[in-house]
């Protein structure tokens, strides 16, 4: 029998954290309400290029931000383990370090759609599939069971045996993990437009972040000295 995840990770910029992030994590609370799940702020963020992804906002105000924002979650916690971890902040060095941290956990790291499908391209994607399930959220043009086909195609392409599960929508990885995919899709925002319309009108992004993340970027004046591109 394929174990439930007891512990999902969520990584990512969060710069800053968002409505669209709020719904993905109350989406794996829904679906997995006995997990406990915990966001993991990037240190410095890897992307497919050999470039570094730009960072605006300093590590411990991310960090800060994603604890404002799930202060009332008992179930959500921050993680900043990336800051003791050599950069750029790879996924399968992140998690290794989070199987230690957590051992005889059933481990889960949550992904959006458009991650899957350049799921290929990460650093030792393997890896990351022999120390976590995936947990990933559909994007609203793309239907679960396509999401659940390419999650095949990937775990097919990494050498590994799956068992086909469409009514749960899930697919079960010899190694003992699986891929989950959401039903629902959490709303697309982009973090770049917030910092931009924070950066010229606070009140512009007013329901696009949750109201103790107005108040933090308001208190300290966060985003507000220039418009990054």
């Not at 959006?112 to 120390?131: C, H, I, M, T």
């Not at 050498?159 to 039903?183: A, P």
Request: proline content about 7%.
């Amino acid at each position: 029998m394929i174990p439930t995840p007891d512990i999902i990770f969520f990584g990512g910029v969060f710069d800053p954290i968002h409505m669209g992030h709020v719904e993905a994590v109350g989406i794996a609370q829904e679906c997995f309400p006995n997990a406990k799940i915990v966001l993991v702020p990037s240190f410095v963020a890897p992307i497919s290029s050999e470039d570094i992804k730009h960072v605006a906002t300093a590590f411990e105000d991310r960090v800060a931000m994603s604890v404002v924002a799930f202060d009332d979650w008992p179930k959500v916690n921050v993680s900043s383990i990336e800051e003791e971890l050599s950069v750029p902040s790879y996924t399968h060095a992140t998690l290794a370090a989070l199987s230690e941290e957590n051992p005889g956990s059933s481990l889960a790291w949550m992904i959006g759609a458009d991650q899957l499908a350049n799921f290929l391209r990460w650093s030792q994607p393997r890896k990351v599939l022999e120390l976590a399930s995936l947990i990933v959220l559909p994007r609203p043009a793309i239907s679960p069971v396509d999401i659940l086909e390419t999650s095949k195609s990937v775990a097919s392409s990494l050498g590994f045996s799956t068992t086909w599960d469409q009514d749960n929508l899930r697919l079960d990885l010899d190694g003992g993990h699986s891929i989950y995919v959401m039903e629902k899709s959490p709303t697309s925002i982009s973090s770049t437009e917030i910092r931009k319309l924070a950066a010229s009108d606070l009140q512009t992004i007013s329901g696009k972040v949750p109201p103790s993340i107005m108040e933090y970027i308001s208190d300290i004046g966060l985003y507000q000295q220039c418009i990054d591109g």
